[in-house]
């Protein structure tokens, strides 16, 4: 293979070596990573990208590209080569020799927020392929609004053995099945090797029957053969319904003694098996060192999208103003002016007429408005409709082969649920919200986590928030689920009090464009406490005084959600003592937290007696009462009965309340 090599004598073979070398000259160098995927998967991604990718290397984000997905993280340099080779900006070859390095944009593990061309994060099996199918909903529901002039691209998945293994995956494929989702199109790198050895270890499902089941069309190529590659997506492309390719193909391909085996998963190949492999595919140039054929030729694959990018923009230029702008305020993520607004006069409505309702029912009423302020939300369930309340009057669900509509049955896959709302914030043209009890946000966690780690502005509408819902018992009442949420960096977290409240907590979650929020809604119905509507969002600092003491205050009473109205009751009980107190709610805590020391002080306050009442764990709270501060609420799991009962069972009263105070005073 010579340096003089023209582009147009380059063959497949030298684009996909290229590929490999990159990948495992970067592992080798950082002592870490996985040269194996990259290595057997080269040829599907080599096809796929100079043949087939609507993708230009100078604008990653176009808004029509098509979307390629590594779900197997792990094999990331597969990723990072292929964005060095097409010419991506900021990809150079100085990044690829700094992988796994601090502040490089080649991290271990995908990030869409460190490395430019990367659309999501993956590193947990199952999340890319899980995310994936809501980046295919995406692409279907804008060509539904917007027509194929705008919106008319593919989304590719490359995934592995432990993706297609992981529970979240048969969630994923089975929606994406259901809805014919026919835009999406996964190559599975079936090489049969796990970390631990042989797949046959531990699996002999049958995936392309798998799939099949699933309503996907599933195919088995050799993932060597790029002719075969070549014709499987060209029949996938032209399906009416998602598809599977089985690549079969050998992980650490070419290497001498670790090709074929779980050796060369995740380690370097080392120096000998190196060559060995280099050998073996003709190559004798220098670590990192690209022929210039070979790099000219896929350059020019990187630039081949940019003929039907500049004819899109040419398309997207000739729309009415008001259209076009209306478009690309969506797809960049700017909220609409009339939010704001909004909310407001919903606020005032409800002032003038109280709701004593449900704070689940109170985000529907939020939800009816705020649905016509803000026309690109996109609201769904994991099959709990009618208890969630997330489906306005207003809102048409979108079905198999019909996407025409702001509705999603996610059906019972709390963990699909919310890997596919990632996907179609991501996509861009949507914000996406989903709900379920807060208790399962334990199946829902990991792509939440991802959604925080993300910056992802994804909204979670959790209801059933505490022992308040009841009879369900234990196994359905979150006790823990607040503290553990509230824990999770990025993920703000909201508990609000009454029907104004909510509202305020769904204008904030809305107007947050940098990562997820959880609003965490009652069953039981709750009075209104708050007095005052207008454009202040008093929630927006986290927290505020509810209910001022008359005098100076001896204690204040700290209260999130359905414990506002006790707070407010134990106020009262104190004052007929003559015992002041004040009031502060709490709608975020973590939000609260993050204020500046002099805001926190104000709303803390000097009261000498400081009480937390929340019907869930008291971890976090010492954060505001401080470690002898008195914390009124749950202290073990919950149990089966009436709501009102099991109030007074835990001690979670303003009887309680007032006595812990009083006793406190006396001390």
Known sequence: MQDTVSADRVTHSDLANAVRVLAMDAVETAKSGHPGLPMGAADIATVLFTKFLKYDAADPTWPDRDRFILSAGHGSMLLYSLLHLTGVKGMTVEELKNFRKLDSKTPGHPENFMTPGVETTT???????????????????????????????????????????????????????????????????????????????????????RFQACGWNAVRVDGHDEKAIQRAISRAQKSDRPTLIACKTTIGYGAPKKAGTSKAHGEPLGAEELAGAKAAYGWSHEPFVIPEGIKAAWAKAGKKGSRQRKAWAERLKALPADKRAEFER??????????????????????????????????????????????????????????????????????????????????????????????????????????????????????????????????????????????????????????????????????????????????????????????????????????????????ATGAYELSPANGKARATIFASGSEVEIALAAQKLLAEKNFEARVVSVPSLDLFLAQPEKVRHEIIGDAPIKVAVEAAVRFGWDSVIGPDGIFVGMHGFGASAPYKDLYKHFGITAEAIAEKVLRTHNL
Request: glycine residues 10%; proline residues 5%.
């Open 123 to 209: 590193g947990p099996l199952g999340q890319g392929i899980a995310t994936a199918v809501g980046f295919a909903l995406a692409e279907r529901m804008l060509n539904a609004e917007y027509g194929s002039d705008l919106v008319d691209h593919y989304t590719y998945v490359l995934a592995s053995d432990g993706d297609l293994m992981e529970g979240i995956s048969h969630e994923a494929i089975a929606l994406a099945g259901h809805l014919k989702l026919n835009r999406m199109i996964v190559l599975w790198d079936d090489n049969e090797i796990s970390i631990d050895g042989p797949l046959s270890l531990s699996d002999s499902v049958d995936q392309v029957k």
């Open 330 to 539: 969506r797809v960049k993520g700017v909220r609409p002016q009339g939010l704001a607004d909004a909310v407001a006069k919903l606020k005032d409505r409800l002032i003038a007429e109280p709701q004593n309702v449900a704070t689940r029912k109170a985000s529907e009423i939020a939800l009816e408005v705020i649905t016509e302020a803000v026309p690109e939300l996109v609201l769904g369930s994991a099959d709990l409709t009618p208890s969630n309340n997330t489906k306005t009057k207003n809102l048409t669900a979108i079905s198999p082969g019909n996407y025409a509509g702001r509705y999603i049955h996610y059906g019972i896959r709390e963990h699909g649920m919310a890997a596919a709302m990632n996907g179609i914030a991501l996509h861009g043209g949507y914000v996406p919200a989903g709900a379920t009890f807060l208790v399962f946000t334990d199946y829902a966690r990991p792509a939440m986590r991802i959604a925080a780690l993300a910056g992802i502005p994804a909204v979670y509408v959790m209801t059933h928030d505490s022992i308040g819902l009841g009879e369900d018992g234990p196994t359905h009442q979150p006790v823990e689920h607040l503290a553990a949420l509230r824990s999770m960096p990025k993920m703000r977290v909201f508990r609000p009090a009454d029907a104004i409240e909510t509202a305020e907590c769904w204008q904030m979650a809305l107007e947050r464009t940098d990562g997820p929020s959880t609003l965490a809604l009652t069953r039981q119905n709750l009075p209104q406490v708050r007095k005052q509507g207008g454009a202040e969002n008093l929630s």
